[in-house]
Nanobody, 124 residues
Framework: QVQLVESGGGLVQAGGSLRLSCAASGRTFSDYNAGWFRQAPGKEREFVARIMWSGGYAYYADFVKGRFTISRDNVKNLVYLQMNSLKPEDTAVYYC?????????????????WGQGTQVTVSS
């Protein structure tokens, strides 16, 4: 089993940047693919980005392409989400998720493990 803990959220003005981190523990993290999702108030949780266990094949939702970058450090057991050019509509709780390598997807049910989330608020 993998435990995930997100950090790095906060309040930022539109156009600003934040870097979210997700710390994994419990198993060999390089055995897992990872993703980021977000959930705004009153909305369903939605896919943001994913990355394979090797650090390659990053894939993004259209609404973050060119602004967000997902990366990982398997030595430190960390996954990052660098968010640039933030917009008020990016305001949400951001969640880190993981699934054993060999499975991958963009749906919440594609992932087995979840963190507790970190709040990102972008003011206009």
């Amino acid at each position: 089993q993998v435990q995930l803990v997100e950090s790095g959220g906060g309040l930022v003005q539109a156009g600003g940047s934040l870097r979210l981190s997700c710390a994994a523990s419990g198993r060999t993290f390089s055995d897992y693919n990872a993703g980021w999702f977000r959930q705004a108030p009153g909305k369903e949780r939605e896919f943001v980005a994913r990355i394979m266990w090797s650090g390659g094949y990053a894939y993004y939702a259209d609404f973050v392409k060119g602004r967000f970058t997902i990366s990982r450090d398997n030595v430190k057991n960390l996954v990052y989400l660098q968010m640039n050019s933030l917009k008020p509509e990016d305001t949400a709780v951001y969640y880190c998720a993981a699934v054993p390598a060999g499975r991958i997807g963009v749906r919440t049910y594609d992932y087995d493990y979840w963190g507790q989330g970190t709040q990102v608020t972008v003011s206009s």
